[in-house]
């Protein structure tokens, strides 16, 4: 079993900035997948982005292209979300999540193992 963990989730202002992180314990995998999601209130859990393995690949939603920035740190089970000019609209739970497969996904339904989730608010 995995378990995964966020943080760095909190209050904002549009504009401003966060950075979440997502740390994975016991059960670990080479070659997984590991990605971020969001759930605003009344609304379906979304793709917002993956990473690779290696780190080498990435791929975002449209709506957070060039404003956010999936990394990770193999040596620490860790994945991390940089959220730069935020936006009300990015408020949500943010959830990270694990993929055992070698090839990437964006159905949420897709994923293996989920955290609990942690609130990015943004205020205008």
């Known amino acids: 079993q995995v378990q995964l963990t966020e943080s760095g989730g909190g209050l904002v202002q549009a504009g401003g900035s966060l950075r979440l992180s997502c740390a994975a314990s016991?059960?670990?995998?080479?070659?997984?997948?590991m990605a971020w999601f969001r759930q605003a209130p009344g609304k379906e859990r979304e793709f917002v982005a993956v990473i690779s393995w290696s780190g080498g690949s990435t791929s975002y939603a449209d709506s957070v292209k060039g404003r956010f920035t999936i990394s990770r740190d193999n040596a620490k089970n860790t994945v991390y979300l940089q959220m730069n000019s935020l936006k009300p609209e990015d408020t949500a739970v943010y959830y990270c999540?694990?993929?055992?497969?070698?090839?990437?996904?964006?159905?949420?339904?897709?994923?293996?193992?989920w955290g609990q989730g942690t609130q990015v608010t943004v205020s205008s």
């Open positions: 999540a694990v993929r055992r497969a070698s090839k990437s996904s964006r159905p949420w339904y897709e994923y293996d193992y």
């Open positions: 016991g059960r670990t995998f080479t070659n997984y997948y």
